[in-house]
């Protein structure tokens, strides 16, 4: 079953970092990776905590409860990657460490927006607390949406400061997914409530060329 399947992942990560190979490329990659740049495994462990939450959590009923899964299903792989874009270095990390976190906090949230209709007529879960999604209005839209924000104006902050060969795609992701909120900002709540909204490939397309402008000419500050 589903629990077993991410016990023996969890099993076969530690085997490939303890023995330093794994057949299998993807951990043989990471695991590689973790130790390059120096990746604490308190941040795995939070991630295949939040992965197991999923397995058996339908309810995230507290603030604390959100928090906890979104720290370690988004803030700690916003902080795994940012160990790379820092190659290691640990004064540069700590530096950025808060935006980083930010970042994954508001994708994610963005995701649990944009996924309510499988979320809740599919998996039956529901990760907004104190939101009863069967009556999802504009107050608990307005609510979602203005804390994303807050998120999102904070971990900007961070990212004018990576370094160069990281701000490209970090920026890049951070204009599509303000534009996806703005189009979920934008759609009744009945119509998120019963469709996946997305973002076209044309809008796509459009927004990585200016944001490739706006990087060129070194407008993200």
Same mark, same amino acid.
């Given at each position: 079953?589903?629990?077993?399947?991410?016990?023996?992942?969890?099993?076969?990560?530690?085997?490939? @970092?303890? =023995?330093?190979?794994?057949?299998?490329?993807?951990?043989?990659? *990471?695991?590689?990776?973790?130790?390059?740049?120096?990746?604490?495994?308190?941040?795995?462990?939070?991630?295949?905590? =939040?992965?197991?939450?999923?397995?058996?959590?339908?309810?995230?009923?507290?603030?604390?409860?959100?928090?906890?899964?979104? @720290?370690?299903?988004?803030?700690?792989?916003?902080?795994?990657?940012?160990?790379? *874009?820092?190659?290691?270095? #640990?004064?540069? @990390? #700590?530096?950025?460490?808060? #935006?980083?976190?930010?970042?994954?906090?508001? $994708?994610?949230?963005? +995701? $649990?927006?944009?996924?309510?209709?499988?979320?809740? !007529?599919?998996?039956?879960?529901?990760? *907004?607390?104190?939101?009863?999604? +069967? =009556?999802?209005?504009?107050?608990?839209?307005?609510?979602?949406? +203005?804390?994303?924000?807050?998120?999102?104006?904070?971990?900007?902050?961070?990212?004018?400061? &990576?370094?160069?060969?990281?701000? $490209?795609?970090?920026?890049?992701?951070?204009?599509? @997914?303000?534009? !996806?909120?703005?189009?979920?900002?934008?759609?009744?709540?009945?119509?998120?409530?019963?469709?996946?909204?997305?973002?076209?490939?044309?809008?796509?397309?459009? !927004?990585?060329?200016?944001? *490739?402008?706006?990087?060129? &000419?070194?407008?993200? #500050?």
């Amino acid at each position: 079953d589903k629990e077993n399947l991410i016990n023996d992942f969890e099993t076969d990560y530690y085997k490939a @970092y303890n =023995s330093g190979i794994s057949l299998n490329p993807i951990l043989n990659s *990471f695991q590689q990776t973790v130790k390059k740049y120096n990746i604490s495994d308190d941040l795995i462990q939070a991630f295949l905590k =939040s992965m197991k939450m999923d397995l058996i959590k339908l309810d995230y009923n507290s603030k604390a409860e959100y928090e906890e899964y979104i @720290y370690g299903s988004a803030d700690v792989v916003g902080l795994m990657c940012l160990k790379v *874009f820092v190659a290691g270095k #640990e004064h540069k @990390y #700590e530096a950025l460490k808060a #935006e980083a976190m930010r970042l994954g906090s508001a $994708f994610q949230k963005v +995701n $649990f927006l944009r996924d309510l209709k499988d979320d809740n !007529l599919i998996l039956n879960r529901n990760y *907004f607390p104190g939101v009863d999604l +069967n =009556s999802f209005d504009e107050n608990a839209k307005r609510m979602i949406i +203005n804390e994303i924000n807050e998120d999102f104006r904070i971990a900007y902050q961070g990212i004018v400061k &990576l370094p160069i060969e990281a701000k $490209f795609g970090v920026y890049t992701a951070y204009v599509y @997914y303000k534009k !996806l909120l703005k189009k979920l900002e934008n759609t009744p709540c009945k119509e998120i409530g019963n469709t996946r909204i997305r973002v076209s490939n044309y809008t796509k397309a459009t !927004l990585l060329a200016q944001s *490739f402008v706006t990087y060129k &000419l070194r407008l993200v #500050e």
